[in-house]
């Protein structure tokens, strides 16, 4: 049986230093607080422990600023978080899919099938996926059918931290899903589905439900145990075939190769994050953020004045100095006669813009530079004309060789994919489609501006270096061959350039 046998330790414990891995980075991209707290204080109680005071590796990650531990009781300072990593996740998907890549088919049939894919939201799921890959690592895709939901087969994403894959010389072969269904306390519902093919090379997906606890898989239960996994219809060994070849659940890598895991059985096949080896760059940036808004709470105006000047309100209410609450603080001193003046000093610390602006600045660029991204991707750096593509690919030359490496792992993954839509198509729906003859192809990053292209085609045709057709190709590159045909067609009717046959007989 392919689903994993029962009452055993649950995530996979071969699976523990990637999960763990993952879910610091996850806290990273979601940037709550709390979350970076317990990643690295290495559990939700904020105690000091000896190890983290002592030093030693066990210590280490706890000094960083978002481990760092409480001392005899005192509270820590104020943490704020600058959500740089959730800005390379998002810039990340950005690059790839703002400008929706270009899928098409041999013929018309198939082309208005991937026309609705698109229109029921795929190139979302991409942009989508694209953004958590860049987060966690690597995505998976899987091809998915509900009759109850549409009539044809439709991309659904299982993120790296639910996955247990099985390679074969680097290729996937194998996946085992889980997704929590129901928590009460200590008991948790698991849904596993276990994809692989059979000895045919049919794809076949196996699901199981599953009552344990978190940390042990627990028994198997019945699948209509839980309204999630009722309207299942697998056969008698919990089976349903997808009826086409090949595996129905694809992986994309964010970049590769991966260092953290290079000698991991299975991590060595995984993607790396975009925030592999930038986290104490990104902690010290919190650090450096958190330092500045500390400056500007310390360095609000205060005056100290002495006792001796409090308005006395009577037995047990105190006294009060009738200035405003905001700027002044008493303390219990006694006015010495040799100094005239009233006892009241202002104090107000110095706030260190320039030294805080500078040493965040240099962070971030480092994180940026590191993750593989140019400053300008993220609209810095000033501009002072209108640019040409050629000018923007190269002041963002380094984000988009990275967009190209991506590029390389999402389009042979996409493509596979979409073609396994088309089969379970063909093969559940008899749907009358064409999965062969498939092309999947990014959009250029960064397209020149109509009025660019204009121009440029105004110098080829005074040159007399192109033809009509070739100049509507190159004004709309979007266009297919049928379009710039009919664009054509009419730019030489309104010149006046073509001649109708003689012989042909009109009404």
């Given at each position: 049986?392919?689903?994993?046998?029962?009452?055993?330790?649950?995530?996979?414990?071969?699976?523990?230093?990637?999960?763990?891995?993952?879910?610091?980075?996850?806290?990273?991209?979601?940037?709550?607080?709390?979350?970076?707290?317990?990643?690295?204080?290495?559990?939700?109680?904020?105690?000091?422990?000896?190890?983290?005071?002592?030093?030693?590796?066990?210590?280490?990650?706890?000094?960083?600023?978002?481990?760092?531990?409480?001392?005899?009781?005192?509270?820590?300072?104020?943490?704020?978080?600058?959500?740089?990593?959730?800005?390379?996740?998002?810039?990340?998907?950005?690059?790839?899919?703002?400008?929706?890549?270009?899928?098409?088919?041999?013929?018309?049939?198939?082309?208005?099938?991937?026309?609705?894919?698109?229109?029921?939201?795929?190139?979302?799921?991409?942009?989508?996926?694209?953004?958590?890959?860049?987060?966690?690592?690597?995505?998976?895709?899987?091809?998915?059918?509900?009759?109850?939901?549409?009539?044809?087969?439709?991309?659904?994403?299982?993120?790296?931290?639910?996955?247990?894959?099985?390679?074969?010389?680097?290729?996937?072969?194998?996946?085992?899903?889980?997704?929590?269904?129901?928590?009460?306390?200590?008991?948790?519902?698991?849904?596993?589905?276990?994809?692989?093919?059979?000895?045919?090379?049919?794809?076949?997906?196996?699901?199981?439900?599953?009552?344990?606890?978190?940390?042990?898989?627990?028994?198997?239960?019945?699948?209509?145990?839980?309204?999630?996994?009722?309207?299942?219809?697998?056969?008698?060994?919990?089976?349903?075939?997808?009826?086409?070849?090949?595996?129905?659940?694809?992986?994309?890598?964010?970049?590769?190769?991966?260092?953290?895991?290079?000698?991991?059985?299975?991590?060595?096949?995984?993607?790396?994050?975009?925030?592999?080896?930038?986290?104490?760059?990104?902690?010290?940036?919190?650090?450096?953020?958190?330092?500045?808004?500390?400056?500007?709470?310390?360095?609000?105006?205060?005056?100290?004045?002495?006792?001796?000047?409090?308005?006395?309100?009577?037995?047990?209410?105190?006294?009060?100095?009738?200035?405003?609450?905001?700027?002044?603080?008493?303390?219990?001193?006694?006015?010495?006669?040799?100094?005239?003046?009233?006892?009241?000093?202002?104090?107000?610390?110095?706030?260190?813009?320039?030294?805080?602006?500078?040493?965040?600045?240099?962070?971030?660029?480092?994180?940026?530079?590191?993750?593989?991204?140019?400053?300008?991707?993220?609209?810095?750096?000033?501009?002072?004309?209108?640019?040409?593509?050629?000018?923007?690919?190269?002041?963002?030359?380094?984000?988009?060789?990275?967009?190209?490496?991506?590029?390389?792992?999402?389009?042979?993954?996409?493509?596979?994919?979409?073609?396994?839509?088309?089969?379970?198509?063909?093969?559940?729906?008899?749907?009358?489609?064409?999965?062969?003859?498939?092309?999947?192809?990014?959009?250029?990053?960064?397209?020149?501006?109509?009025?660019?292209?204009?121009?440029?085609?105004?110098?080829?045709?005074?040159?007399?270096?192109?033809?009509?057709?070739?100049?509507?190709?190159?004004?709309?590159?979007?266009?297919?061959?049928t379009a710039v045909e009919a664009e054509t067609q009419l730019i030489l009717q309104e010149r006046g350039n073509t001649?109708?046959?003689?012989?042909?007989?009109?009404?």
């Amino acid at each position: 049986m392919p689903l994993p046998q029962a009452n055993t330790s649950w995530p996979p414990k071969e699976l523990s230093p990637i999960l763990d891995q993952i879910s610091t980075w996850n806290a990273w991209y979601v940037g709550n607080p709390e979350r970076l707290e317990k990643a690295y204080r290495s559990g939700s109680q904020a105690k000091t422990r000896p190890s983290q005071l002592a030093g030693g590796v066990v210590g280490k990650v706890s000094r960083w600023w978002w481990g760092r531990p409480q001392v005899d009781g005192k509270s820590t300072p104020a943490k704020l978080h600058i959500p740089a990593a959730a800005d390379l996740a998002v810039a990340s998907a950005d690059l790839l899919f703002s400008e929706p890549p270009v899928i098409t088919a041999g013929d018309k049939t198939t082309q208005d099938h991937i026309t609705g894919y698109v229109d029921d939201g795929l190139l979302t799921g991409f942009a989508e996926a694209a953004e958590i890959s860049a987060a966690l690592g690597g995505v998976y895709l899987r091809a998915t059918w509900d009759q109850k939901l549409a009539q044809h087969a439709f991309i659904s994403r299982v993120d790296a931290d639910a996955a247990l894959p099985t390679f074969r010389w680097g290729r996937l072969v194998a996946v085992t899903f889980w997704h929590v269904v129901h928590q009460d306390n200590n008991t948790v519902l698991r849904h596993v589905e276990a994809h692989e093919t059979d000895s045919l090379g049919i794809g076949v997906v196996f699901h199981g439900l599953y009552q344990g606890t978190p940390d042990n898989l627990g028994r198997q239960i019945p699948l209509s145990e839980h309204p999630s996994t009722t309207g299942l219809q697998v056969d008698a060994d919990s089976k349903i075939s997808t009826l086409t070849p090949g595996l129905d659940v694809v992986y994309v890598p964010n970049q590769t190769p991966n260092r953290l895991w290079r000698t991991d059985p299975i991590g060595t096949n995984l993607g790396r994050s975009d925030y592999d080896g930038v986290e104490p760059l990104m902690d010290a940036l919190d650090e450096t953020w958190s330092s500045w808004i500390r400056d500007l709470r310390l360095g609000k105006a205060r005056l100290i004045a002495a006792d001796s000047l409090l308005e006395d309100k009577g037995p047990g209410k105190g006294s009060v100095l009738d200035l405003d609450r905001e700027i002044w603080s008493s303390v219990n001193a006694i006015q010495r006669t040799d100094q005239p003046g009233l006892p009241i000093e202002q104090v107000q610390f110095a706030i260190r813009v320039e030294e805080h602006k500078a040493t965040a600045d240099a962070l971030l660029e480092q994180i940026r530079r590191t993750a593989g991204y140019s400053a300008q991707t993220f609209a810095e750096g000033q501009v002072t004309h209108q640019q040409t593509a050629t000018e923007v690919t190269a002041r963002e030359r380094r984000s988009y060789l990275t967009r190209d490496r991506k590029v390389r792992a999402w389009q042979p993954a996409a493509r596979t994919l979409i073609k396994k839509l088309l089969e379970i198509d063909k093969a559940v729906f008899n749907a009358n489609v064409n999965p062969d003859d498939l092309v999947f192809q990014f959009a250029d990053g960064v397209q020149e501006s109509p009025e660019t292209l204009a121009r440029t085609a105004t110098l080829l045709k005074q040159a007399e270096a192109a033809s009509v057709k070739t100049l509507v190709q190159f004004v709309h590159p979007e266009w297919d061959d049928t379009a710039v045909e009919a664009e054509t067609q009419l730019i030489l009717q309104e010149r006046g350039n073509t001649v109708e046959n003689p012989f042909e007989l009109t009404e």
